[in-house]
């Protein structure tokens, strides 16, 4: 074979080497190279890279070799985009219980006055509940005065008594009272006589 012959052969060889480059290199993906299994960057997917093996006959040296060679490219399997999940709301809280109005309180005020010689006394309410009532007295006549209380049909009954107030004083004092109806009264001088009583219901 003469050397013109010889170096086209391997001229013809290497262009058909070299256009198997560019065909295996078009097929590699933009970000290089991607092991097997590994997601690549660019896109939403995961390449896979197989091979085959490829036989070609070529003309070195005078004669025909077979030249094996295996060829290795990627694809690229699109993975399924994740399950949209709608956001659940947090349940709304309950409303607050409404609560319990407090008791009134169980307070009894009690008004003395004796102006030109009027005695008596002035409830706050003609009755109140049992248990634990507060009682106050407001002295606003000219003479001091007191408070007693007694159930009523019950002599033997301790009697429930205030202190003296002086003409603008007050005394207030606290008494667990069962039920019933009580008589209230100044114990000064004749100051019952003159009219300074009066009565309570506890209910």
């Known amino acids: 074979m003469s050397a013109r012959r010889w170096l086209g052969v391997r001229a013809a060889a290497l262009a058909a080497a070299c256009a198997a ?4 290199t078009a097929l590699v993906p933009a970000g290089g190279i991607t092991p097997h299994g590994e997601r690549a ?16 006959h070529v003309f070195r040296r005078g004669r025909v070799r077979r030249v094996v060679r295996i060829r290795h ?6 993975t399924q985009a994740p399950a949209y ?18 008791p009134e309180a169980n307070v009894v005020g009690v008004t003395a006055d004796d ?19 507060r009682v106050e007295l407001n002295n606003q006549g000219e003479d001091p005065h007191n408070l007693n209380l007694q159930r009523e049909g019950s002599e033997g009954e301790p009697i429930y008594q205030l202190a003296n107030a002086l003409p603008g ?24 006589k003159e009219g300074m009583h009066t009565t309570l219901v506890v209910e």
């Open 21 to 24: 480059l560019l065909a295996i």
């Open 41 to 56: 960057a660019a896109a939403d997917c995961v390449w896979h890279r197989h091979a085959k093996r490829v036989v070609k």
């Open 73 to 78: 490219w990627w694809t690229c399997e699109e």
């Open 85 to 102: 999940t709608v956001p659940v709301a947090p349940p709304a809280p309950a409303p607050p219980s409404p609560t319990q109005p407090e």
């Open 115 to 133: 102006a030109l010689g009027d005695f008596g006394y002035t409830l706050s309410r003609p009755s109140t509940r049992s248990g634990k009532v």
């Open 169 to 192: 004083q007050q005394q207030s004092a606290s008494f667990e009272l069962p039920p019933g109806t009580y008589r209230l009264w100044c114990s000064l001088l004749e100051h019952d």
